[in-house]
Every structure is written in structure tokens, then in C-alpha cells.
């Protein structure tokens, strides 16, 4: 309440917009600068069974929890050219993650980055934010088509960094655009204040919009809310190099340590996914594979320290169709596989979804049911309900 004063008495005009659009719209005594305030909640409730020895339904377990908490503030600094983001989460799982490379603190901060439009359709990121990498992960937690991402994004993701990104985008034609966009980051994930350990990651993204853009940023939306009057199709392509990397997920996942210190190998992740939507009709679709110059990690005199890069591949599928009264049923299909010396076993996952949207991502209610076969291991069974609602 205190920030929020020390910012009303600064401003010259203050509203609270519609639902769903933020709780303020601050705008500076000159017009210099603007800042939308808004938060957003997301209520989660799971049960999950395991697969028994006479096939049946054995160990249930639930829970609930607030699965994220956060609070946004947007908007431009000096000139609208220079824009700007900060994301706070404020849940258990937003914060988790504290050691000694984060200060042995939470890590409250998601986003913190500048956007400058310095020359016509060229813009320059700088600060700690996603990486433009697979769909799904880019896609906010807010806008997803189900209640959480896929085990591929679980698996493979790379996340966000602090470094710096350049964007442009271009028409090779009047509808078939092109967007284009690379990012020099730290390598280790976000809100490490002791580093940086290895070398440095690099990520280059290519995006080709052959019938143009979708309606409100719907290639980065899952549903197809808008319900596009034509059909609409992203395809992207996507390189992620992280070098001298000293986690088992390139910039995610555990340090590999050896008896010198830190194990370092070349990490490779690439990404094939795109988005489609036509009247109501939406498909999902992302191929990740990941590599590495020497994936078993080594102390200095040969022996196996025990850690592994997740080295492997997968594939998420994921389709939905919009019904009246913006009901929407959707299903997704993964399947992981990852390499041998990983010691994990193939998983499959098959996913019936369910939601309501009430004001389309902003409130909405979503359910849905997941079956996975893990082969030479326990199948489970998982269900999930969850409330969203976002100022």
C-alpha cells in the first residue's frame, strides 16, 4: 500500500481499468513514463495414483497449493520506444531454488529486463527474462491451454537468463512475416548472484508466419479464444549452445561437481514446435532434443561422479477445440526419451483436458486427466482442478 501511495502521489492520472487488464494504470506528471500494475493467482488442487501390483489404483496422494502468486508492473520509461518488465513471484515454487549461487536467498525476481526499439524493427533485451526458446515455455503460465506445461518442457526448457537479446522481424511478403531472435546469457538460470561458472549460452530463433499474425498474440496463447476467421500457422525453428555448461539441464536442473570443482561440458539443445488455429481449432506441436560433448560427468582422474547431462529427446502434441459458452475440451500426447546413460526410464503421457473461460485467461477454470506409462517402471494416474484469476 505504501509503494502503491508513493506512486498515486506522483502521477498525474490514476485508473482502474476493466477486469483483467491490471489494477492501475499509472501515468507520469509529463507523460515521460507509464506503469500498469497487476497480479495474478492460481489455485491448484491434485490427486495422483499409482499403478498396484493387481493393476488396480494403489497409493493415492493429494494436495493443494497456491501454485503461483505474482505481481507484474509494465510499461515504458522516457519514450514508449523504451519499454520495460518486472515479474515478482511470490509462491513456494516461484521462489524455491535458494543456494549458495542465489546468496542463499529466494529468488523472488522472474522478470527484470528493458526492451529499447532502437531502429525500426529492431529491439534490444537486456536484463533477466525468458529465453526465446520451445513454445510452450515462452507461452506465459497464464495462458496455457491446460492447467501446467508438458513433461517435454520439463525435461528440455531452457528457461530464463540474464544476458542481453536482439529481435527484428520482417515481410517476405504482405502476409508472410519472419521474426528473428538471438540471446548471449549467463548460462546458469536465473537470479545466480555468484558466477558465472562455465562459459556463456547462446540461442538463435527463427519464426515463419506464412497467412500473417494471429489475432492479439494468439501464437503465443494456448486456445484459440479468438476463434481467427482464417487460418493462422507459426512453424519456428530453435539452436540453444550452451558452453562450458555445469548443469545436468544446460542452464537448469543440479551443478555437476567433481573433485576439482565443477564438471563443464558443451551442452546442445534444439527445438522444432509451431502453433496452428483456425475457427476455434488449435494444435500444439514441439520436437526437443538435447546433446553434449561428453554428458557423463568426470572427476579429474577419469572415475564417474554420478551426475549425467539429460541428454535425449521428445515430442508434445497438443490440440484443443473451442465450444459455445467458450467451453473448451483439448487432449496432448508426450512422449520422452531419453538416453540410456541417464538411467530414466521412457515416459508417455496422455492428457484429456477441460476449461471454462469465464473472461478468457484472465478467469477461467481448468481440469484435466493424465495417464503415465513409464516403461519398466510405475504407471500413474493424475488428476488436476485448478482456478485462475488475474487483475
Given at each position: 500500500?505504501?509503494?502503491?501511495?508513493?506512486?498515486?502521489?506522483?502521477?498525474?492520472?490514476?485508473?482502474?481499468?476493466?477486469?483483467?487488464?491490471?489494477?492501475?494504470?499509472?501515468v507520469g506528471q509529463d507523460s515521460t513514463w507509464t506503469m500498469?500494475?497487476?497480479?495474478?493467482?492460481?489455485?491448484?488442487s491434485i490427486a495422483t495414483w499409482d499403478e498396484g501390483a493387481?493393476?488396480?489404483?494403489?497409493?493415492?496422494?493429494?494436495?493443494?497449493?497456491?501454485?503461483?502468486?505474482?505481481?507484474?508492473?509494465?510499461?515504458?520509461?522516457?519514450?514508449?520506444?523504451?519499454?520495460?518488465?518486472?515479474?515478482?513471484?511470490?509462491?513456494?515454487?516461484?521462489?524455491?531454488?535458494?543456494?549458495?549461487?542465489?546468496?542463499?536467498?529466494?529468488?523472488?525476481?522472474?522478470?527484470?529486463?528493458?526492451?529499447?526499439?532502437?531502429?525500426?524493427?529492431?529491439?534490444?533485451?537486456?536484463?533477466?527474462?525468458?529465453?526465446?526458446?520451445?513454445?510452450?515455455?515462452?507461452?506465459?503460465?497464464?495462458?496455457?491451454?491446460?492447467?501446467?506445461?508438458?513433461?517435454?518442457?520439463?525435461?528440455?526448457?531452457?528457461?530464463?537468463?540474464?544476458?542481453?537479446?536482439?529481435?527484428?522481424?520482417?515481410?517476405?511478403?504482405?502476409?508472410?512475416?519472419?521474426?528473428?531472435?538471438?540471446?548471449?546469457?549467463?548460462?546458469?538460470?536465473?537470479?545466480?548472484?555468484?558466477?558465472?561458472?562455465?562459459?556463456?549460452?547462446?540461442?538463435?530463433?527463427?519464426?515463419?508466419?506464412?497467412?500473417?499474425?494471429?489475432?492479439?498474440?494468439?501464437?503465443?496463447?494456448?486456445?484459440?479464444?479468438?476463434?481467427?476467421?482464417?487460418?493462422?500457422?507459426?512453424?519456428?525453428?530453435?539452436?540453444?549452445?550452451?558452453?562450458?555448461?555445469?548443469?545436468?539441464?544446460?542452464?537448469?536442473?543440479?551443478?555437476?561437481?567433481?573433485?576439482?570443482?565443477?564438471?563443464?561440458?558443451?551442452?546442445?539443445?534444439?527445438?522444432?514446435?509451431?502453433?496452428?488455429?483456425?475457427?476455434?481449432?488449435?494444435?500444439?506441436?514441439?520436437?526437443?532434443?538435447?546433446?553434449?560433448?561428453?554428458?557423463?560427468?568426470?572427476?579429474?582422474?577419469?572415475?564417474?561422479?554420478?551426475?549425467?547431462?539429460?541428454?535425449?529427446?521428445?515430442?508434445?502434441?497438443?490440440?484443443?477445440?473451442?465450444?459455445?459458452?467458450?467451453?473448451?475440451?483439448?487432449?496432448?500426447?508426450?512422449?520422452?526419451?531419453?538416453?540410456?546413460?541417464?538411467?530414466?526410464?521412457?515416459?508417455?503421457?496422455?492428457?484429456?483436458?477441460?476449461?471454462?473461460?469465464?473472461?478468457?485467461?484472465?478467469?477461467?477454470?481448468?481440469?484435466?486427466?493424465?495417464?503415465?506409462?513409464?516403461?519398466?517402471?510405475?504407471?500413474?494416474?493424475?488428476?488436476?482442478?485448478?482456478?485462475?484469476?488475474?487483475?
Open positions: 500500500m505504501i509503494l502503491l501511495g508513493t506512486l498515486t502521489s506522483y502521477s498525474q492520472e490514476t485508473n482502474a481499468p476493466k477486469f483483467g487488464k491490471g489494477l492501475f494504470n499509472l500498469k500494475i497487476a497480479t495474478r493467482m492460481q489455485f491448484l493387481d493393476g488396480g489404483l494403489a497409493n493415492p496422494e493429494q494436495n493443494f497449493l497456491v501454485r503461483r502468486a505474482r505481481l507484474k508492473f509494465d510499461g515504458f520509461a522516457y519514450t514508449p520506444k523504451l519499454t520495460y518488465k518486472l515479474e515478482l513471484g511470490l509462491s513456494n515454487r516461484d521462489i524455491s531454488g535458494a543456494s549458495a549461487f542465489t546468496s542463499n536467498a529466494p529468488r523472488y525476481i522472474l522478470d527484470a529486463v528493458v526492451m529499447w526499439n532502437f531502429y525500426e524493427n529492431f529491439e534490444l533485451w537486456v536484463g533477466q527474462t525468458k529465453l526465446p526458446g520451445n513454445i510452450e515455455r515462452v507461452i506465459s503460465s497464464g495462458n496455457l491451454q491446460q492447467v501446467d506445461r508438458s513433461l517435454l518442457n520439463s525435461r528440455f526448457n531452457i528457461d530464463r537468463d540474464a544476458g542481453i537479446q536482439l529481435r527484428h522481424h520482417f515481410n517476405l511478403s504482405d502476409n508472410f512475416l519472419v521474426r528473428e531472435k538471438f540471446a548471449i546469457s549467463q548460462g546458469e538460470g536465473r537470479n545466480i548472484t555468484t558466477g558465472n561458472l562455465g562459459g556463456h549460452q547462446y540461442t538463435a530463433r527463427l519464426e515463419f508466419l506464412p497467412f500473417g499474425e494471429f489475432e492479439g498474440s494468439g501464437d503465443y496463447s494456448g486456445s484459440d479464444l479468438k476463434r481467427e476467421a482464417k487460418p493462422k500457422l507459426m512453424l519456428a525453428v530453435n539452436y540453444d549452445t550452451n558452453q562450458n555448461a555445469v548443469k545436468t539441464r544446460s542452464n537448469q536442473g543440479s551443478y555437476m561437481t567433481n573433485d576439482i570443482g565443477f564438471y563443464e561440458t558443451n551442452i546442445n539443445t534444439f527445438f522444432f514446435d509451431g502453433m496452428f488455429k483456425y475457427n476455434g481449432f488449435s494444435f500444439m506441436w514441439e520436437y526437443a532434443n538435447r546433446d553434449a560433448d561428453n554428458p557423463i560427468a568426470r572427476n579429474s582422474d577419469g572415475t564417474e561422479t554420478g551426475d549425467v547431462v539429460w541428454v535425449g529427446d521428445g515430442l508434445n502434441l497438443q490440440s484443443g477445440y473451442m465450444l459455445a459458452k467458450d467451453w473448451e475440451i483439448s487432449g496432448r500426447y508426450t512422449n520422452i526419451n531419453l538416453d540410456d546413460i541417464t538411467g530414466r526410464d521412457a515416459e508417455t503421457q496422455y492428457t484429456l483436458g477441460l476449461s471454462k473461460y469465464i473472461v478468457g485467461h484472465k478467469l477461467k477454470v481448468q481440469t484435466d486427466l493424465s495417464y503415465l506409462s513409464v516403461d519398466g517402471g510405475s504407471d500413474e494416474l493424475m488428476y488436476r482442478l485448478q482456478f485462475d484469476v488475474h487483475f
